[in-house]
């Protein structure tokens, strides 16, 4: 779970800072797009390996969930928390919905299956002096995020794996046993720094879309 | 009945070890074939269990709560004695058995009081070895704190925990046991009666307090380390479970019963706050290194809140009486000084039933964290009960029922008159006389249970064939028909009275003609009304719910039909014991300012009490001792 | 005061149960919450009803026998305070007031408000112990413990065993009260020859006994009368990598 989760968190991070080339122009994005996609080996391994990180994630969470339920098969009367966060208590819906979200999003933008359209734009990069024809990933993003119940549901969904993390991220120092109570505030800051800054970071693309401080070319 | 201590010839420092040359041994591979059965897993069953299971024997456990950690040696609070020596102030061997026997005010046996100091300090070894967090210095080394009664600093403590954490070293040496199968563990079960064999304890009969399954268990010896009969007082600061039923059935089953009348009323616990309280709480003795008691010198300033009493104005009495010890006088001398005072209309707070203990003074020395480091916890009980904080202003304390040094008489062996039935812990008389130092409970239980019992058990195990005794004699059929019709009569009775309103009437007389002072006429009083409650108990009781099943009325029930014919042993021996000693205290026998006055001539002797059958007075019997090493002299604390 | 009492009511362990309400008038501010109870079963008794089951010893804090589950929170949720030390003077008048067993499945019920805790024994039993045979022990000063050390095994040794870590967590884990029994023992010098092996044996254990796993909620730690900090899971969790990778290591 917390290792599944830690390569989860990590990857999240870096496909932020993915989505935040956006800023930098139409051909910065692409170009680091293509490099991603250049060597098929690299991309479907990696492909494979974030796969199998979110189904042990996926599958780790319902079995401990089962065992949990089998725990305590009969619930108080009255169930309080008085100290339990409302991002630990909702990690379960969270995760539900992040689960959810990631399929869409990978029919979305990876498979393009609902939007087919976004096959057929292209952009030609200049590579060592070569004219190569890529994919136009930033134009597929500006005009997915110009739809605005795509950009709702993405920055509602984005701030479900914010609450994620931040219970995940800290509750990863605390599987891998290095909290204590010193540090215990001090990484659970962290914990809630990491999940804004992932929220944050990805929820500008369509905000400054949606603001039009982006456009699409042309 | 034939009272033999079979104390050890020799020098005194030598007893001990000459003993256990010449005890008879059983060969290491021949031990797993006896079986001994232990009821209770306090400190001297628990550590006795774990002890014998490591040496090879076959052990069964039992004890009424839901786990052996829960025994009531958990609540002791302040520490742990020990000859270490630790702090080069003069103590040694020597030193903590002439306290002890002093401290017992001469009623106590020189041999094994003298062991219980030589093996004190294995004890703090061993529990060391075993992870208990004593307190330390900076150094990493042990740290030590006085206790009442003596003048050398040689007490370990684990904050105000000693008792928990030093069971929980017990405990976890018993769950070792527990797991490698060599101790099988009862829980929920509590001992109803003995059984003897031609003589001999070869067995019990319990209760399984969830199913009511009445059932019997053999042996090659029995011992009980089921702790004391404070409860027979109904408000004590014992747990609310523990009873007499084990102690009570061996002794009418033949075993001796020594000192009854000897109970220790601990000078500092919370004063009751009404008719509906079931305990009373301790504050341990050690709050008396650094709380000062008094009372208001004028009984007209009691009402007023003690800030505004001045300091002129204030009477520090043990300070006053007892300037060499102070605050820290002794148990029974501070007990009865306090009740003293409120007798004379000067106590304070509700029913003028309470002394103040002061920590201004050391907070003001030493700081409020210091004070909060050494005592914390104990002040964060007294303001969780009573709604006020020590560090503001002073707490309340009276004295309470803790205590009994009385017992099943044991001989040195700590074998009772019954061959095979071994009492250890508060459930024996052994080494406290009439009165107990503080610190010294714990060292007992341990002492029994580590050190002595593991050295004299085998010695009665080498003579006896093992495994020849089984439950399917007529022996158990009988004794088990006996507690089954018992039980029965117990819930076919259907009367008005709850046992716990009869076991309250029953306190009340007890606290009242047996407690911290007594007198003839208050003593033929309660030995009127005590059967008269006995009579209504058992005319009168009500019982509900069914005998099998899980039924705490039907256990209440016949823990207090063992407290109403323990109580009237009590009286008798509090009777004609018509002296004075330690926390036995006859108003008739006392100085003109109050101090207790022993009647050496008559009494320097260990009563023994035979049972002769239900309604028949006891026979009394006695175990003259004798003072060599600590000459004979009157206690003086001043 | 008075007040009214939902309270948890099962025959035996393998029957189902039920709650009842009872009202009980004239409770003293100054008395504890199991007072207020053998008020109750005194009432029950005299009208010749069967009284409610309960556990309780000591009744000061230290046994840990006492449980119940009191509005929802075991011991009452005052910090630091097991049922038996929780007087009536924090509820209000007329207040109802739910009282209901702690629950989780390695806890049966054996009647009314009376659990089966022997799964901590269990653990214990695995590997709570430091293996030292009586009479065998060195000097207790040849071992030196730093006194925040010391301070520090106290803490953890302080649990009681009562449970309400267990009903508190709403996956029956006992994560805080396993982790700190091995927090305890292997911090300390005496206990490290035996660290990996009390790790892994007492977590295995504990799995076996059914208690559920840890979500860092927080609220085992919430509920504990002594007050055992989170720490001990994740220095329970470390204890249990290192143990384990050392053990796949050396196989």
Do not use: H, R
């Given at each position: 779970m917390a290792l599944s989760g830690l390569i989860l968190a990590g990857f999240v991070f870096v496909h932020m800072l993915g989505n935040l080339q956006l800023f930098l122009g139409q051909e910065a994005l692409n170009s680091y797009a293509y490099k991603l996609q250049s060597i098929p080996a690299v991309l479907w391994g990696f492909r494979a390996f974030l796969l199998l990180a979110t189904v042990t994630h996926v599958l780790t969470a319902i079995s401990l969930v089962r065992e949990n339920r089998a725990a305590r098969p009969k619930p108080n009367a009255e169930e309080k928390f008085i100290q339990a966060t409302f991002a630990s208590r909702g990690m379960g819906l969270t995760g539900a919905l992040l689960f959810a979200f990631i399929v869409f999003h990978v029919l979305h933008y990876t498979v393009r299956i609902t939007h087919p359209e976004y096959q057929d734009m292209h952009y030609i990069l200049e590579k060592n002096g070569k004219e190569v024809q890529v994919h136009d990933v930033f134009t597929m993003m500006v005009s997915g995020f110009t739809e605005k119940w795509i950009s709702g549901t993405y920055i509602v969904c984005m701030a479900m794996l914010c609450l994620h993390l931040t219970h995940g991220v800290s509750s990863l120092f605390q599987t891998i046993g290095i909290r204590n109570t010193a540090w215990k505030s001090r990484l659970d800051g962290l914990a809630i720094a990491y999940g804004w800054t992932v929220f944050i970071g990805f929820v500008s693309v369509p905000m400054a879309v949606l603001m039009g401080v982006i456009n699409l070319p042309g | 009945m034939i009272i033999d201590a079979k104390i050890p010839a020799g020098p005194i420092a030598e007893k001990w070890s000459r003993h256990k040359f010449s005890n008879k041994l059983v060969n290491p591979a021949n031990r797993r074939k006896y079986h001994v059965i232990i009821v209770g897993t306090g400190l001297a069953g628990g550590s006795a269990a774990a002890t014998l299971a490591e040496q090879g024997y076959n052990v069964t456990s039992f004890c009424y709560q839901d786990s052996p950690r829960r025994a009531h040696s958990i609540a002791a609070q302040g520490g742990i004695n020990a000859a270490k020596n630790y702090q080069n102030d003069g103590d040694s061997i020597h030193r903590l058995f002439y306290d002890t026997v002093k401290g017992g005010d001469f009623r106590s046996r020189e041999a094994n009081v003298h062991r219980l100091a030589e093996v004190s300090a294995n004890i703090i070894d061993q529990c060391a070895a075993q992870g208990v967090p004593f307190a330390r210095e900076y150094g990493g080394l042990l740290a030590n704190r006085s206790f009442g009664g003596a003048q050398v600093s040689r007490t370990f403590y684990a904050r105000g925990a000693t008792g928990q954490q030093l069971l929980l070293g017990a405990y976890s040496a018993l769950s070792r046991q527990i797991g490698l199968g060599t101790v099988k563990m009862y829980n929920r079960h509590e001992m109803l009666d003995l059984v003897l064999v031609d003589g001999h304890a070869k067995g019990i009969v319990t209760r399984n307090?969830?199913?009511?399954e009445i059932k019997s268990w053999a042996a090659d010896a029995v011992v009980l380390?089921?702790?004391?009969?404070?409860n027979a007082f109904y408000l004590s600061t014992n747990a609310v479970g523990c009873n007499s039923i084990a102690t009570m059935r061996a002794y009418k089953k033949g075993a001796g019963f020594a000192?009854?009348?000897?109970?220790q009323i601990h000078p500092t616990c919370i004063p009751q706050s009404g008719d509906h309280q079931s305990k009373l709480t301790l504050m341990s003795e050690s709050l008396r290194n650094d709380g000062r008691v008094w009372v208001p010198?004028?009984?007209?300033?009691?009402?007023?809140?003690?800030?505004?009493?001045p300091e002129e104005a204030r009477d520090y009495f043990l300070e006053r009486k007892y300037p060499s010890f102070g605050n820290l006088a002794p148990r029974d001398i501070a007990s009865r000084a306090a009740k003293e005072a409120c007798d004379e209309g000067r106590g304070v707070g509700p029913g003028k039933r309470g002394v103040y203990l002061d920590f201004a003074d050391a907070i003001q020395r030493l700081g409020e964290s210091a004070i909060q480091e050494r005592y914390g916890n104990l002040f964060d009980i007294y303001e969780r009960i009573t709604g006020d904080s020590a560090y503001r202003k002073p707490m309340r304390i009276y004295p309470a029922p803790h205590y009994t040094m009385g017992g099943l008489w044991v001989d040195y062996n700590l074998q009772s008159t019954i061959p095979g039935l071994f009492v250890i812990g508060e459930a024996n008389f052994s080494d406290h006389g009439a009165n107990r130092l503080g610190a010294s409970a714990l060292m007992q239980g341990l002492a029994d249970g580590y050190f002595v019992l593991p050295n004299t058990l085998p010695n009665y195990l080498a003579g006896e064939k093992p495994?020849?005794?089984?439950?399917?004699?007529d022996a158990f059929q009988e004794v088990e028909a006996d507690v089954n019709a018992f039980t029965e009569k117990l819930l076919s009775i259907n009367g008005t009275r709850t046992p716990r309103s009869l076991h309250l009437d029953l306190g009340r007389i007890m606290w009242e003609k047996c407690g911290m002072a007594r007198n003839k006429a208050g003593l033929e009083e309660a030995l009127r009304k005590i059967p008269e409650i006995r009579q209504e108990f058992w005319a009168n009781l009500k019982v509900t719910g069914e005998g099998k099943q899980l039924n705490q009325e039907l256990e209440r029930a016949g823990r207090l039909a063992e407290f109403l014919d323990l109580a009237e042993l009590m009286c008798h021996d509090a009777l004609d014991r018509d002296e004075s000693c330690g926390g036995h205290f006859r108003e008739e026998h006392q100085t003109e300012d109050g101090e207790a006055v022993r009647l050496d001539d008559d009494f320097a002797h260990a009563a023994i009490w035979e049972y002769r059958g239900a309604g028949e007075k006891p026979t009394r019997h006695v175990e003259e001792l004798d003072f060599k090493d600590v000459p004979l002299a009157v206690r003086s604390y001043k | 005061m008075n007040l009214k009492l939902k309270i948890w009511r099962q025959d035996t362990s393998d029957g189902s149960g039920q709650f009842k309400h009872y009202e009980i008038n004239n409770v003293s501010p100054d008395s504890s919450f199991l007072e207020m109870l053998d008020m109750l079963n005194e009432q029950l008794v005299e009208s010749g009803d069967q009284s409610v089951a309960f556990d309780s010893d000591c009744r000061e804090g230290v046994c840990g026998m006492c449980s119940l589950t009191i509005n929802g929170i075991p011991h009452g949720g005052h910090q630091g305070t097991t049922t038996c030390q929780l007087h009536m003077r924090s509820f209000s008048d007329g207040q109802t007031i739910t009282i209901e067993p702690f629950r989780a499945k390695s806890f049966p019920v054996l009647r009314d408000l009376v659990v089966d805790r022997g799964g901590f024994d269990e653990i214990i039993q695995a590997g709570?112990?430091?293996?030292c045979r009586t009479g065998s022990a060195q000097d207790a000063n040849e071992i030196p413990i730093p006194k925040p050390l010391a301070d520090d095994a106290f803490d953890f040794a302080a649990c009681i065993g009562c449970g309400a870590c267990v009903a508190a967590c709403k996956n029956a884990s006992a994560m805080l009260f396993t982790g700190a029994k091995i927090a305890h023992l292997n911090s300390l010098p005496q206990g490290k020859a035996e660290k990996d092996r009390r790790t892994l044996s007492m977590v295995s254990k504990m799995d076996e006994a059914g208690f559920g796993n840890c979500r860092n909620y927080g609220e085992c730690s919430a509920v504990c009368p002594k007050e055992i900090p989170l720490d001990v899971i994740a220095k329970m969790n470390r204890d249990f990598a290192v143990a384990s990778v050392k053990g796949f290591i050396s196989k």
């Open positions: - | 307090l969830v199913t009511g380390a089921t702790g004391g009969y404070s000192n009854p009348c000897y109970t010198k004028d009984a007209a300033d009691c009402e007023k809140p003690p800030e505004q009493i495994g020849i005794i089984n439950t399917g004699l | 709570g112990f430091i293996t």
